[in-house]
């Protein structure tokens, strides 16, 4: 079945930096990469996806790449701030429609982003 | 959001005991998920359902029934808990085009003693 490798476990960047989380994947049949951001706490939220017909996609500080060759898909945090800081998960999916949900997660990587 | 709704937020429980953890969604989405999260496994698939009527196994199903008698609703029972299925457990749902994306609920932190 998939597997998906996250690192860094954890990323401590100063503020204003740029930092960036990588994942790969082992089944190229997987076609949908979210990324989500969780804060202590709280449920994990969707940042940002892409599929596997697109390289790369961005939104404001946060973009996406993907090289299904290579079989991994980087999150790019660019002018970071302390708000950024959280826990963020990789996923992969082979599905299409909502059985998109059926997600392979990454174990995640802890972002501290100091003042 | 507050449409998907999780109960109860927090649940002590001692081994062997039954348990049911509630899922309730407002939109209509046709997809439900049940993950649970622990420190170094991120979030894993237990059990997912497309439709009414329809579920299948994740990748950590052992342990584990979910039925879907409404679309609505969407319940996890641990028949018999173990300290194992200590966790916080995260119910999902999505359309079934897939255009809106994963929403989970906020969670349910179960204690197995």
């Known amino acids: 079945g998939e597997n998906v490798e996250q690192h860094p476990s954890t990323l401590s960047v100063q503020e204003g930096d740029s930092a960036v989380i990588k994942c790969t994947y082992s089944?190229?049949?997987?076609?949908?990469f979210p990324w989500y951001k969780q804060e202590l706490g709280k449920r994990p939220q969707l940042i940002i996806d892409?599929?596997?017909?697109?390289g790369e996609k961005k939104d404001q500080r946060i973009a996406v790449t993907l090289n299904k060759t290579a079989k991994h898909f980087s999150l790019h945090i660019t002018e970071t701030q302390p708000e950024d800081s959280a826990v963020y998960f990789c996923?992969?999916?082979?599905?299409?429609?909502?059985?998109?949900?059926?997600?392979?997660f990454g174990k995640g990587t802890k972002l501290s982003v100091k003042p | 959001d507050a449409g998907i709704t999780q109960s109860p937020r927090y649940k002590i429980t001692e081994t062997g005991r039954q348990v049911t953890l509630m899922c309730h969604q407002t939109?209509?989405?046709?997809?439900m998920f049940w993950y649970r999260q622990d420190l170094g496994h991120g979030l894993r698939l237990i059990y997912y359902?497309?439709?009414?009527?329809?579920?299948d196994k994740g990748e950590v199903p052992d342990g584990y029934v979910v039925s879907r008698s409404k679309t609505e609703n969407f319940p996890l029972t641990l028949e018999s808990a173990t300290r194992s299925q200590t966790s916080v457990y995260f119910c999902?749902?999505?359309?079934?085009?897939?255009?809106?994306?994963?929403?989970f609920g906020n969670g349910t932190r179960l204690t197995v003693t």
């Open positions: 996923a992969a999916s082979q599905g299409y429609g909502g059985s998109q949900g059926n997600l392979i």
């Open positions: 939109w209509s989405h046709s997809y």
């Open positions: 892409i599929r596997s017909n697109v």
């Open positions: 359902s497309a439709a009414a009527d329809i579920t």
């Open positions: 089944d190229s049949a997987s076609n949908y």
């Open positions: 999902a749902s999505s359309d079934r085009q897939g255009n809106s994306p994963l929403h």
